[in-house]
């Protein structure tokens, strides 16, 4: 069974900094793309970033809202990618879902709520 | 970015009739169109990609149809399970963006 678990949101001031992290398991994890999605009332769905596989060299994407403040990364050996969060706003408020997916998400994890109050 | 317009935002209908869902894209996409279903509390999850392949384990009563700009997702002889929110998604490379959701709730 494939399983994504995310952890790491919470509550974090304007301006600061949190890193999620998301382990899987169920499936071999290197041979899959990573994404982060999120979710607000405002925004409704909104992809974030995505991490390729190592045969990609690890290339990286990410929207533009995001571009230069959030970094994705993986570590196939722990089956886990994370998403580093840096001068957060609130409009990056919401929840923050790992998924499984080259281009359309296959799985997604349960979620990780982040609030940055305005 | 690709824009993703979905079509109608909520939708009342009774279990067992049928109901469509549209989506238009700002550009040509071709068939790189996903559609997921996310109940109240739940995550999303995945019903069709590539604009008419059910994902595994969907019921044969959904179906998406359309290429281009124009899409749309059916589903006949609706079930009270059927109920929540409807997403489409580009999936025509970065930035991979989604439509605002269509709300389907019981008559």
């Known amino acids: 069974e494939v399983k994504l678990e995310e952890s790491g949101g919470g509550l974090v001031q304007p301006g600061g900094s949190m890193k999620l992290s998301c382990v899987a398991s169920?499936?071999?994890?290197?041979?899959?793309?990573m994404n982060w999605v999120r979710q607000s009332p405002e925004k409704g769905l909104e992809w974030v970033a995505e991490i390729r596989l190592k045969s990609n060299n690890y290339a990286t994407h990410y929207a533009e809202s995001v571009k230069g403040r959030f970094t994705i990364s993986r570590d196939d050996s722990k089956s886990s990618v994370y998403l580093q969060m840096n001068n957060l706003r609130a409009e990056d408020t919401g929840i923050y879902y790992c998924?499984?997916?080259?281009?359309?998400?296959?799985?997604w994890g349960q979620g990780t709520l982040v609030t940055v109050p305005a | 970015d690709i824009q993703m317009t979905q079509s109608p935002a909520s939708l009342s209908a009774s279990v067992g009739e049928t109901v469509t869902i549209t989506c238009r894209a700002s550009?040509?996409?071709?068939?790189?169109l996903a559609w997921y279903q996310q109940k109240q509390g739940k995550s999303p999850q995945l019903l069709v990609y590539?604009?008419?392949t059910l994902a595994e384990g969907v019921p044969s009563r959904f179906s998406g149809s359309g290429s281009g700009t124009q899409f749309s997702l059916k589903i006949n002889s609706l079930q009270p399970e059927d109920f929540g929110s409807y997403y489409c998604q580009h999936h025509y490379g970065t930035p991979y963006t989604f439509g605002g959701g269509t709300k389907l709730e019981i008559k």
């Open positions: 550009e040509n996409i071709y068939s790189y």
């Open positions: 590539n604009a008419k």
């Open positions: 998924t499984r997916g080259y281009d359309y998400f296959a799985y």
């Open positions: 169920g499936f071999t994890f290197s041979n899959y793309w």
